[in-house]
Antibody, heavy 122, light 107 residues
Framework: EVRLLESGGGLVQPGGSLRLSCATSGFTLSSYAMSWVRQAPGKGLEWVSVITASGGRTYYGASVKGRLTISRDNSKNMVYLQMNSLRPEDTAVYSC???????????????WGLGTMVTVSS | DIQMTQSPSSLSASVGDTVSISCRASQTISNSLNWYQQKPGKAPRLLIYSASTLQSGVPSRFSGSGSGTDFTLTISSLQPEDFATYSCQQSYSNPVTFGQGTKVEIK
């Protein structure tokens, strides 16, 4: 069974940092790009970042560029999101999502995790 | 960025009804349009990709149509498990963007 399991969320003060992890299983991680998508309370889905299958290229949404860093370790079947300089508007459930096709960095997301809640508040 | 606008934002329907949800892109996206279903406390589920292709395991009462800028998700013979929020997503260019969601509620 293909599964994604996020962890690492929590309450952090403005300006603080968190590192989110996404444990993957049931598929060959090295064949797929992976994204992080967030959903603020009562709001729609917002794409945050993508990393290509090999990890050689990364892209970010304008609202997080320069503060969040996506990475992956295909040997450990893990995807990460390092979050620095956090702001109250970053408060959301963060989910990792598997891209449907092989390799492409722009795609539908066919598998999602349940997400991990990040709350930025003093 | 490509803006995705869904309508309506919510609708009420009864079991057995046919409902349609519209998604409009701010510029042409060919057929690079995907639809998701989301229920409270559950992960989003991919229903339709490339505007009209049914994802494996998704019931045939779900269908998608459109190309260019205008797209439609249709649910025929609505079932109790279909009451959820539906979102469209363009995968034409980075950053990928989502519609704001349409909540389908029980009448």
């Amino acid at each position: 069974e293909v599964r994604l399991l996020e962890s690492g969320g929590g309450l952090v003060q403005p300006g603080g940092s968190l590192r989110l992890s996404c444990a993957t299983s049931g598929f060959t991680l090295s064949s797929y790009a992976m994204s992080w998508v967030r959903q603020a309370p009562g709001k729609g889905l917002e794409w945050v970042s993508v990393i290509t299958a090999s990890g050689g290229r990364t892209y970010y949404g304008a609202s997080v560029k320069g503060r969040l860093t996506i990475s992956r370790d295909n040997s450990k079947n893990m995807v990460y999101l390092q979050m620095n300089s956090l702001r109250p508007e970053d408060t959301a459930v963060y989910s990792c999502a598997k891209h449907k096709g092989y390799g492409g960095n722009i795609d539908a997301f066919d598998i999602w995790g349940l997400g991990t809640m990040v709350t930025v508040s003093s | 960025d490509i803006q995705m606008t869904q309508s309506p934002s919510s609708l009420s329907a009864s079991v057995g009804d046919t409902v349609s949800i519209s998604c409009r892109a701010s510029q042409t996206i060919s057929n690079s349009l995907n639809w998701y279903q989301q229920k409270p406390g559950k992960a989003p589920r991919l229903l339709i990709y490339s505007a009209s292709t049914l994802q494996s395991g998704v019931p045939s009462r779900f269908s998608g149509s459109g190309s260019g800028t205008d797209f439609t998700l249709t649910i025929s013979s609505l079932q109790p498990e279909d009451f959820a929020t539906y979102s469209c997503q363009q995968s034409y260019s980075n950053p990928v963007t989502f519609g704001q969601g349409t909540k389908v509620e029980i009448k």
